[in-house]
Protein backbone atom coordinates (compact mmCIF):
# COMPACT_ATOMS: atom_id res chain seq x y z
CA UNK A 1 0.00 0.00 0.00
CA UNK A 2 3.01 2.33 0.47
CA UNK A 3 4.55 1.60 -2.52
CA UNK A 4 8.13 0.93 -0.74
CA UNK A 5 7.68 4.32 0.79
CA UNK A 6 9.15 4.02 4.67
CA UNK A 7 5.84 3.53 7.04
CA UNK A 8 6.33 5.92 9.87
CA UNK A 9 4.70 8.38 12.56
CA UNK A 10 5.90 12.13 12.05
CA UNK A 11 8.32 13.31 14.58
CA UNK A 12 7.44 16.50 16.88
CA UNK A 13 9.52 19.84 17.08
CA UNK A 14 11.11 17.85 20.12
CA UNK A 15 12.04 14.65 17.92
CA UNK A 16 9.52 12.32 19.73
CA UNK A 17 6.77 10.47 17.26
CA UNK A 18 3.20 11.50 16.98
CA UNK A 19 1.19 8.64 18.02
CA UNK A 20 -0.06 6.74 15.52
CA UNK A 21 -3.61 6.00 16.43
CA UNK A 22 -6.45 6.77 19.11
CA UNK A 23 -9.22 4.48 20.84
CA UNK A 24 -12.29 6.44 20.49
CA UNK A 25 -15.07 5.24 22.80
CA UNK A 26 -18.10 6.35 21.92
CA UNK A 27 -21.28 6.38 24.28
CA UNK A 28 -25.14 5.15 22.98
CA UNK A 29 -27.36 7.93 23.21
CA UNK A 30 -25.58 10.51 22.18
CA UNK A 31 -24.61 11.87 18.73
CA UNK A 32 -22.13 10.08 18.02
CA UNK A 33 -19.96 12.49 16.20
CA UNK A 34 -20.99 15.88 14.41
CA UNK A 35 -20.49 16.49 10.43
CA UNK A 36 -16.82 17.20 9.44
CA UNK A 37 -14.19 16.89 7.03
CA UNK A 38 -10.52 16.78 8.16
CA UNK A 39 -9.30 19.70 5.79
CA UNK A 40 -11.40 22.03 7.89
CA UNK A 41 -9.01 21.57 10.83
CA UNK A 42 -5.73 21.88 8.88
CA UNK A 43 -5.44 25.59 9.44
CA UNK A 44 -7.10 25.49 13.12
CA UNK A 45 -4.74 23.69 15.43
CA UNK A 46 -1.14 24.68 16.82
CA UNK A 47 0.10 20.96 16.87
CA UNK A 48 -1.10 21.17 12.84
CA UNK A 49 2.02 23.25 12.41
CA UNK A 50 4.91 21.18 12.63
CA UNK A 51 2.35 18.51 10.96
CA UNK A 52 2.18 20.50 8.16
CA UNK A 53 6.04 20.89 7.74
CA UNK A 54 6.46 17.09 6.97
CA UNK A 55 3.21 16.04 5.79
CA UNK A 56 0.52 16.30 3.45
CA UNK A 57 -2.29 17.19 5.97
CA UNK A 58 -4.55 18.48 3.07
CA UNK A 59 -7.03 15.54 1.38
CA UNK A 60 -5.35 13.24 4.16
CA UNK A 61 -6.68 9.75 4.46
CA UNK A 62 -8.52 8.60 7.97
CA UNK A 63 -9.07 5.02 9.15
CA UNK A 64 -10.20 3.14 12.05
CA UNK A 65 -10.45 -0.99 13.34
CA UNK A 66 -13.88 -1.13 14.44
CA UNK A 67 -13.30 -2.76 18.01
CA UNK A 68 -16.83 -2.73 19.08
CA UNK A 69 -20.05 -2.03 17.31
CA UNK A 70 -23.21 -0.77 19.14
CA UNK A 71 -26.44 -2.80 19.22
CA UNK A 72 -28.00 0.19 16.58
CA UNK A 73 -27.12 2.83 14.75
CA UNK A 74 -23.16 4.26 14.64
CA UNK A 75 -22.94 3.72 11.33
CA UNK A 76 -20.01 6.01 9.61
CA UNK A 77 -22.21 8.14 7.04
CA UNK A 78 -20.58 9.86 3.98
CA UNK A 79 -21.93 12.45 2.59
CA UNK A 80 -22.05 13.28 -1.02
CA UNK A 81 -20.40 16.34 -0.64
CA UNK A 82 -16.88 17.02 -0.99
CA UNK A 83 -14.15 19.53 0.34
CA UNK A 84 -13.75 21.34 -3.31
CA UNK A 85 -17.51 22.07 -3.80
CA UNK A 86 -18.53 22.58 -0.61
CA UNK A 87 -20.51 25.93 -0.57
CA UNK A 88 -18.70 29.11 0.97
CA UNK A 89 -21.67 29.51 3.42
CA UNK A 90 -20.91 26.51 5.30
CA UNK A 91 -17.31 27.70 6.07
CA UNK A 92 -18.71 31.19 8.13
CA UNK A 93 -19.74 31.51 11.75
CA UNK A 94 -23.51 30.45 10.61
CA UNK A 95 -22.32 26.93 10.85
CA UNK A 96 -19.46 26.16 13.41
CA UNK A 97 -17.43 23.22 13.80
CA UNK A 98 -18.67 20.24 15.52
CA UNK A 99 -22.44 21.85 15.59
CA UNK A 100 -25.66 20.93 15.34
CA UNK A 101 -26.49 24.17 13.05
CA UNK A 102 -23.96 22.41 10.54
CA UNK A 103 -25.28 18.57 11.19
CA UNK A 104 -28.71 20.43 10.26
CA UNK A 105 -27.42 21.65 7.15
CA UNK A 106 -26.30 18.63 5.92
CA UNK A 107 -29.93 16.93 6.56
CA UNK A 108 -30.83 17.93 2.81
CA UNK A 109 -27.61 16.07 1.47
CA UNK A 110 -27.39 12.27 0.19
CA UNK A 111 -25.26 10.04 2.40
CA UNK A 112 -24.09 6.72 2.57
CA UNK A 113 -24.28 4.49 5.71
CA UNK A 114 -21.57 2.09 6.12
CA UNK A 115 -21.53 -0.24 8.63
CA UNK A 116 -17.99 -2.06 9.31
CA UNK A 117 -17.93 -4.90 11.33
CA UNK A 118 -15.32 -5.76 14.25
CA UNK A 119 -12.31 -6.40 12.87
CA UNK A 120 -12.80 -4.30 10.24
CA UNK A 121 -10.05 -1.73 8.49
CA UNK A 122 -11.70 1.30 6.84
CA UNK A 123 -9.55 3.80 4.83
CA UNK A 124 -11.72 6.73 3.27
CA UNK A 125 -11.05 9.74 2.55
CA UNK A 126 -11.57 12.00 5.66
CA UNK A 127 -9.85 15.06 4.86
CA UNK A 128 -12.33 15.73 1.62
CA UNK A 129 -15.40 13.68 2.31
CA UNK A 130 -17.75 15.62 5.12
CA UNK A 131 -18.66 12.51 7.41
CA UNK A 132 -19.98 11.51 10.41
CA UNK A 133 -20.52 8.83 12.66
CA UNK A 134 -24.29 9.01 12.90
CA UNK A 135 -26.23 8.35 16.37
CA UNK A 136 -26.68 5.01 17.79
CA UNK A 137 -28.22 3.21 20.98
CA UNK A 138 -28.35 0.08 22.79
CA UNK A 139 -26.20 -1.34 25.88
CA UNK A 140 -22.64 -1.06 24.10
CA UNK A 141 -20.28 1.73 23.32
CA UNK A 142 -19.01 1.87 20.27
CA UNK A 143 -15.23 1.67 19.92
CA UNK A 144 -12.38 1.76 16.90
CA UNK A 145 -9.37 2.51 16.85
CA UNK A 146 -7.72 5.30 14.49
CA UNK A 147 -6.15 7.78 12.97
CA UNK A 148 -5.35 9.40 9.90
CA UNK A 149 -2.15 8.74 7.29
CA UNK A 150 -0.70 10.90 4.24
CA UNK A 151 2.98 10.96 2.13
CA UNK A 152 5.47 13.18 3.45
CA UNK A 153 6.41 15.98 1.05
CA UNK A 154 9.84 14.55 0.38
CA UNK A 155 7.39 11.32 -1.12
CA UNK A 156 9.79 8.85 0.89
CA UNK A 157 7.57 7.70 3.76
CA UNK A 158 3.94 6.96 4.69
CA UNK A 159 2.95 8.94 8.04
CA UNK A 160 0.39 7.69 10.45
CA UNK A 161 -0.60 10.09 13.40
CA UNK A 162 -3.36 10.75 15.80
O1 LIG B 1 -13.49 6.30 14.57
C1 LIG B 1 -14.48 6.59 13.89
O2 LIG B 1 -15.35 5.77 13.67
C2 LIG B 1 -14.64 7.97 13.33
C3 LIG B 1 -13.75 8.27 12.20
C4 LIG B 1 -13.80 9.73 11.83
O3 LIG B 1 -14.80 10.37 11.90
C5 LIG B 1 -12.58 10.37 11.35
O4 LIG B 1 -11.54 9.69 11.25
O5 LIG B 1 -12.62 11.58 11.04
Given at each position: ?A ?27 T ?118 T ?8 L????
Amino acid sequence: MAGGRHVTCPATADDELYGASVIRVLKPGTLGLHVHAGNEFVNEYKSMKGLSQQTQLHDQLSFFVVLQVPERGGELCLYDLEWGSTPDEVHTELYPHFSLERDRYFESIARWPITPQVGDLIFFAGGRIWHQVCPFDGKLDRITMGGFTSFSHDDHSLYFWS
